[in-house]
């Protein structure tokens, strides 16, 4: 099997690793030898062992027919876009990691797989080299999965991590993570929360099996997490995660991103640094949890690598794929029910009756270093009836999701 790569950049070059050093047993998986005949980028790699196969120009791989597969490595919506597109319609198989692709043109890309007998994976593009896709795909299809949770994106897991750890506040852990890598130096995709909201977005379309727009889905990043938050989570034995959430009833479906205070009990408090994880909820086997690398070059490259080992071993036959073009319409989160911290000016002994009065059965915390203020749990209620609760509250600071 003859491949190209498109983009040679991190991913890409983890790719071209990853099918080099671990070539004998890749073989042995897809059942003959992949080699990577053609490397499209803008670029000159001199010094790369690859160097030989780099071209400036798409045509050349568009017209090579020896060419079966196809990763693309590229990132953003054009031209990556244009160009899986037309190599779908020439009956190429295309493997992803662009995850802002697959959350904008997925549905559309595996009705032209289809339609061409090809096929489009993009295991990668949630969750790094952790098999959350072809979990989902091909082990949970028996249930019916009512709820998706997940730290779905390294950089702000490891800030918040290191906001709890070192006490420190929002901008000094940014700077640490961009000194170290982890964050790009315009990281808004990742602390807007945009990056962990097109991965649910395309894990609930796929649930689904109709076009989750990530554009609906509410989305409130981390840049208003504070110090005091972390203060207020360890008095209640809890931690703060940015969380993908996405949970069905009979009413619909409703899916958003935000930060969560999450309690001692739940899995997510022991996922830490740059790790991921995902919790699937099924009717009937409960629930399920993977947890790994979620970025880096080699745990994506890997990912990628297995996608194109299945299209090998498929070629020439579409895998169908759940997911329909079919607009999927999510409910307010206004509906959403939960309980949630929330804090005010003053203190739990004065301002603090009223509260309770305003919220009912609520559960004050009693942090150290915290002056002036004070914060609670309230007990399940909407979002909506949340905020309406909160501009009855003097001094109010902010809310957040509670999970128990």
Same mark, same amino acid.
């Given at each position: *099997?003859?491949?190209?790569?498109?983009?040679?950049?991190?991913?890409?070059?983890?790719?071209?690793? !990853?099918?080099?050093?671990? $070539?004998?047993?890749?073989?042995?998986?897809?059942?003959?030898?992949?080699?990577?005949?053609?490397?499209?980028?803008?670029?000159?790699?001199?010094?790369?062992?690859? $160097?030989?196969? !780099?071209?400036?120009?798409?045509?050349?791989?568009?017209? #090579?027919?020896?060419?079966?597969?196809?990763?693309?490595? /590229?990132?953003?919506?054009?031209?990556?876009?244009?160009?899986?597109?037309?190599?779908?319609? %020439?009956? @190429?198989? !295309?493997?992803?990691?662009?995850?802002?692709?697959? $959350?904008?043109?997925?549905?559309?890309?595996?009705?032209? =797989? =289809?339609?061409?007998?090809?096929?489009?994976?993009?295991?990668?593009?949630?969750?790094?080299?952790?098999?959350?896709? @072809?979990?989902?795909?091909?082990?949970?299809?028996?249930?019916?999965?009512?709820?998706?949770?997940?730290?779905?994106?390294?950089?702000?897991?490891?800030?918040?991590?290191? /906001?709890?750890?070192?006490?420190?506040?929002?901008? =000094?852990?940014?700077k640490k993570a961009q000194e170290l890598g982890y964050a790009e130096r315009d990281p808004s995709a990742d602390v807007e929360g945009w990056d962990c909201c097109r991965k649910i977005a395309i894990l609930t379309s796929l649930v689904l099996g109709k076009q989750v727009d990530?554009?609906?889905?509410?989305?409130?990043?981390?840049?208003?997490?504070?110090?005091?938050?972390?203060?207020?989570?360890?008095?209640?034995?809890?931690?703060?995660?940015?969380?993908? !959430? %996405?949970?069905?009833?009979?009413?619909?479906?409703?899916?958003?991103?935000?930060?969560?205070m999450v309690s001692g009990k739940s899995i997510f408090c022991s996922v830490n640094d740059v790790y991921n994880a995902v919790l699937f909820k099924g009717n009937m086997l409960g629930n399920v949890t993977l947890c790994g690398k979620g970025a880096g070059m080699l745990p994506t490259a890997s990912a990628v690598v297995s996608d194109v080992i299945d299209e090998t071993r498929n070629y020439g036959k579409h895998v169908p794929v759940k997911w329909s073009r079919e607009k999927a319409e999510?409910?307010?989160?206004?509906?959403?029910?939960?309980?949630?911290?929330?804090?005010?000016?003053?203190?739990?002994?004065? +301002?603090?009756?009223?509260?309770?009065?305003?919220?009912? #059965?609520?559960?004050?915390?009693?942090?150290? #270093?915290?002056?002036?203020?004070?914060?609670?749990?309230?007990?399940?209620?909407?979002?909506?009836?949340?905020?309406?609760?909160?501009?009855?509250?003097?001094?109010?600071?902010?809310? *957040?999701?509670? +999970?128990?």
């Open positions: *099997m003859k491949i190209a790569i498109l983009g040679y950049g991190t991913v890409g070059q983890g790719v071209a690793r !990853v099918l080099t050093e671990n $070539a004998d047993i890749i073989e042995e998986n897809a059942g003959e030898k992949i080699e990577v005949r053609r490397i499209l980028d803008l670029r000159e790699f001199p010094n790369d062992p690859f $160097a030989d196969k !780099v071209t400036h120009d798409f045509g050349d791989i568009l017209k #090579d027919r020896e060419i079966g597969i196809v990763v693309e490595t /590229m990132g953003g919506l054009e031209p990556a876009g244009s160009f899986t597109s037309r190599l779908l319609s %020439s009956g @190429r198989s !295309v493997v992803t990691s662009n995850k802002e692709l697959v $959350a904008s043109h997925g549905a559309e890309f595996l009705e032209l =797989a =289809a339609a061409n007998n090809a096929n489009y994976m993009f295991e990668a593009s949630v969750g790094g080299g952790i098999p959350i896709i @072809r979990t989902l795909r091909d082990s949970l299809v028996a249930d019916n999965i009512t709820g998706i949770e997940g730290i779905l994106n390294g950089t702000t897991n490891y800030m918040l991590t290191a /906001m709890r750890d070192e006490n420190t506040d929002y901008a =000094a852990a940014l990530y554009r609906d889905v509410s989305t409130k990043g981390i840049t208003g997490v504070e110090t005091a938050d972390f203060k207020y989570a360890a008095a209640f034995g809890a931690d703060i995660k940015l969380l993908g !959430v %996405s949970k069905t009833n009979s009413r619909g479906t409703c899916a958003f991103v935000a930060p969560v999510l409910l307010d989160l206004g509906t959403y029910k939960s309980r949630f911290f929330i804090r005010a000016l003053g203190s739990a002994d004065e +301002e603090g009756l009223k509260a309770r009065l305003i919220f009912g #059965d609520i559960q004050f915390a009693d942090p150290k #270093d915290i002056y002036g203020e004070y914060g609670f749990l309230t007990p399940g209620m909407t979002v909506e009836d949340v905020a309406g609760r909160c501009q009855k509250l003097d001094g109010y600071i902010s809310w *957040m999701f509670y +999970e128990g």
